[in-house]
């Protein structure tokens, strides 16, 4: 308690070690940048149940699918979400550009949401491709 009030009566001002360093401000990681690697995890997962899903379910029906079966509509659902988790990869790589631009920040997670995002795009684009060809 006596140690608080010497530094409140001496006027001394008193910084967070991690605030400063070197007498200049540190840099703190990009939220940006984190929200990009997050997302990035988020839809690898999400990518990664779904192409499961429906490597089960296209091994259950076999070769044809009736268009009027359950099945069907399942399929359908699954492949609207691997499109909306390809757009999550495209909304990771635009806050990972983002996160890149800002000023004073650690650039760890910019770069590791932009790398993750971009292959993991690049990869599931080669899977539709293979997917197309094979039909």
């Not at 608080?4 to 360093?21: K, T």
């Not at 890149?100 to 491709?129: D, E, S, T, Y």
């Amino acid at each position: 308690m006596a140690e608080e009030n010497y530094w409140q009566d001496n006027n001394v001002q008193v910084q967070d070690q991690e605030s400063v360093v070197g007498g200049r401000p540190a840099k703190k990681h990009s939220g940006l940048g984190i929200a990009s690697f997050v997302l990035s995890v988020i839809a690898v997962l999400t990518m990664f149940v779904l192409v499961v899903m429906a490597a089960v379910m296209a091994a259950r029906t076999g070769e044809e699918v009736n268009k009027e079966s359950p099945e069907a509509a399942v399929l359908g659902v699954i492949g609207c979400g691997i499109i909306a988790a390809a757009l999550l990869y495209l909304v990771g790589i635009g806050l990972a550009i983002g996160g890149l631009c800002q000023r004073n920040r650690h650039k760890v997670f910019p770069v590791l949401g932009l790398v993750l995002n971009i292959v993991f795009l690049l990869g599931i684009a080669g899977l539709m491709v293979i997917g197309i060809l094979a039909a």
